[in-house]
């Protein structure tokens, strides 16, 4: 008996283990499950006439150079204090009499837990181990103003105000009046003298160790803006706005510290007697000044030079770019990231200045930011700042993603100076769609990948490097699934810091996307006139979402309004689904029925028409809409492409055939990449008990990590 | 000398028992198999009627992936599908997972508010640690039969196998529960704390090979006091087994005064062991990397190699019971009296 009961159990689970394991891994598909392969739609092709299209796009050399800022400061490194002065010329090109000026103070954001950058984090600046000594600020000893030999001290006008939230305690934009009215086209000439001291890194500025980046640093005029002065209170989500001009920039740091600033390569050096050292700045048609320094930076200098077309370049599209000299300032554990911070930088200059117009500056600088400082992955004229772990696998677009992008900034953002506090869009989307071509174009595909056995480091994510080959990295680097999640959370286009939890998702991935889907529905080249002309068009100004959609109606020839309104005007959101196929057979005639007046009966009758009749239900389950294709096929191989303008809830098409319809697909070329589920956009129909092989493949990979992990759980 | 006598002596062993490391490996299948066919169905009613199906047979799509797990946002099983089932990196996965002390904290949390509050937690109770209980409970049973087999002259039966199994089970389990609660302690006083202090004591270092070279410095420290604490709790089963202790504590006491006096060698054995198990691992990334895995046949060939790993690793923890047995009984013994070995029943 015991022997019957051992042989059951033992032969019981071979038995069991065999059947579950075949009706795991199942039977090899047959070939009527597999579907054609729809052919690409083709997109919009543009005729090439016998003359450029570009010809009469000419792209702008100076800027209208409303400021000019000419400073002299010393960096104390023991006080981490900046003090000196700095003289503004501000011509008047309002078109009215001024008399009022409103500045930027950004430091006074990091001055304690009352400002308005605090409270909208929730009454504290980011991080809990602040020391009273590390708060900073920036404190105005006088402003005057000079007319020639005479200076009239107004520092007695001198009064904070909050044009945004009415926080009395946020000092982070001052107001002064001047003796009297400015002029249209005339000069106003101001001299404030201030120290800035730096906080403990919070946000993209600050002192950490002997690092210092020096960001947003100096009292900072207004723009004038569609007609009236646009200077907001510096808040958790914003970055800047400024007018362009000139800064010519003297800084004086310890001898043994090495610099890089907003201009590249210094006029003059001079070392004084007291072991520091002055250099001189300078830079015309930017419209911010940052600079860092380090004893610790090391710097690198190689130029950029593209002269002639590479061999992957289109020739119609081959624009000679200048030669550029790229400064790369590394930390010391960084020596292994130099050449990819190179190849990523040249590359963006390579592209960028191919697609949009040339970089029209001498130098960039990159800087490799310092652990826990808080400045990478951010922008400012001729200087920008990466970021990336020497454990970076090649195969991880670190640093290459984070350079490309924020060298893009140099274009949109720098070049193209839109108001980042009330349409941020328009600078991180376009260079979010913009960083996403050039690493298409230079890299892709780059490979997810994942640290195991470590954690959260000082300012990375640090561990054993594993890059999973099987999975490219996604296209921009994000998915729409916070689009799914949190899109109907607002309208894209809004001011910065009135989000409701989107900032990133509106200022990035929507806008970002969106102009995916606008190329992949005009065509590339017509995208690219569209950019090219935008970029010509606005470079050294301050343009505005309506301008980049007149762009668009203007060289496209057509209405987009619609694609505006459902994008960036809106928060619906898009999700296009095949409902059902439906492949009926005709039956078998029966009945009677009547030929050339005679009457027959069915087995006599010849009936010519097809064999099914399909009907396709596809359905539109968002509240966005956008035209799209649906693709018909039918077992017999052929296809059939129909355009649908997405408008009502539904649509059927009915076609009868003699060969029924295997798949349809809303959308085949996923053109509307703000589907927010691509899923649901195609239906098969395939034989009874098939099993998708994808599914097997995944789930037996599964099953063995459950293996393991059963294995793992050993005590 | 001691550790490769027991090394081979040990894997000569285990190789008469081929019958009942299959059984284990079946005991293994089985239950994987339990939540894989669901999530089979799962997965095969999300992509079989769409085209997605022929993509992801070539290429993983990460919108796709995304937009799964969004669908399945409270699916547990669901959300246990990422992409470290690739390659080599579930091995990579699970040991980061132990050195965390995962599986560890889920049970001990999941029985924690069922003991002491009568609740199944439900954030905290998936069915993969449901599943990980009843299996440590099945270790349990397959452990005593393996080391009462192992402790014996003679070659046992499967039903021997089976009824060894079953009479220290509860010496076994009580063993298990002891192990569990010393590595609850240890992750949740010990490790939990390093964790959380290392990105304290870091953030302001001038480079990140700083927070490296300490999450290593812990995973190796992590690493050998697992390994010590797992030796430990093997010779204190084997101690149950051979000299018949009936309290789990005192076994675990005499695994560790065991363990510590012969500290070399039986540290060496498992150390030994666990390089067998390494090898093993890296055989098998080796081959897996190199079948392309986009039609039937390949994908078969995979599952086959996979399968063949478990039983690989299955045959490696025998291997482990049976040459801890044999150092054991070679050098543990020596202040006791030899115990009669039970009689040897029917072959079945």
Redesign the interface.
Known sequence: MKKILVGALEYGFIVAAAVLIVAFVGLPPTDSNTVQKAQKSSVPRLEQGTEPWDKELKLPTLSDRIVRYTMDVRLDTETNVISGWEILEWRNTTGRAQQEFPFHLYHNAWKNNRSTVAKESGWRLYRSDMRPEDYGYTNVKSVKVLDGKTETDITSTFRYIQPDDGNRDDQTVFQIRSPKPVQPGRTITFKIEFETKQPLPISRTGAIRDYHFVAQWFPKIGVWWRGAWNCHQFHQTTEFFADYGVYDVKITVPTDYVIGATGGIPRSVVNNNDTTTTYQFYQEDVHDFAWVTSPDLVATVRTFKHDKPDPDERGDRHHPLREVTVIVLTQPHHDNMIDRYFEATFKALRYYGEWYGQYPYETVTVVDPANGSRSGGMEYPTLFTGGTTRYSPPEQPSPEGVTVHEFGHQFWYGLVGNNEFEEAWLDEGFNTYSTDRVINAGWRPFKEARFFFGGPGASSYVGIPYVFHEVNEAPLGVSNIGIREMGKNDVMARKAWEYNETYGLNSYTKPALSLVMLERYLGEEMMYRIMRTYHHRYRFKHPTTQDFINTVNEVTKKDMNWFFANTWFSSNLFDYSVDRIVNQKIPEPEGIFTENGEPMDSSQFQWKGKQYVCEIVVKREGEAIAPVDVLIVFKNGEEKREEWDGEYRWKKFVYESDSPVVSAVVDPDQKLVLDINYNNNSKVIREPGYKSLAARKYASKWMFWVQNLLEFINL | MSILSSFKQGFKQTAKTK?MIL?AW????????V???P??NT??G????????????A??D??????????FEKNDLMQ??N?????Y???????????NGA??KS?GNFLNSLIFRLEVAPTRTSI?VL??LL??GL?SFLAGGFISMYAKDHRST??EF?ADGGRYFGKFFRL?LL??LV?YLFFTLLVDWV?SG??RW???????????LY??IK?GVVLVILSIL?MI?DYARIRVVVDVRTSSLFAFLAGARFGFKNFVRAYGLYLLLSFIGLLLIALYALLEAQIP?D???P??L??LL?QL??IG?MWL?AGFYACQTHLYRSHGREELLPQPAPEPEAA?
């Not at chain 2, 079946?26 to 198999?33: E, H, K, S, T, Y």
């Not at chain 2, 990460?62 to 669908?71: H, I, S, V």
Request: glycine share 2%; net charge negative.
């Open positions: 019958r059984f079946l005991v293994n299948v089985l239950f994987a198999l939540v894989a066919l999530f089979l997965l095969n999300y992509v079989r009627d769409t085209i997605m199906d022929e993509k992801l047979l290429q993983m990460p919108t796709w992936y995304e937009t799964l797990r969004a669908d246990s599908f992409y470290t089932i690739f390659g990196a579930p091995f990579l996965n699970h040991l980061e997972m132990t050195l599986f560890v049970i993969l599943l990980g299996y440590l270790t499967f039903s089976l298990t192990a569990l590595y964790n290392i990105p870091t953030q302001n270092v001038p480079s990140e090979e700083s927070p490296f999450y290593m995973g797992a709790f895995q039609s039937y046949w994908l078969v995979v599952f996979q790993y478990v690793r923890k079945s």
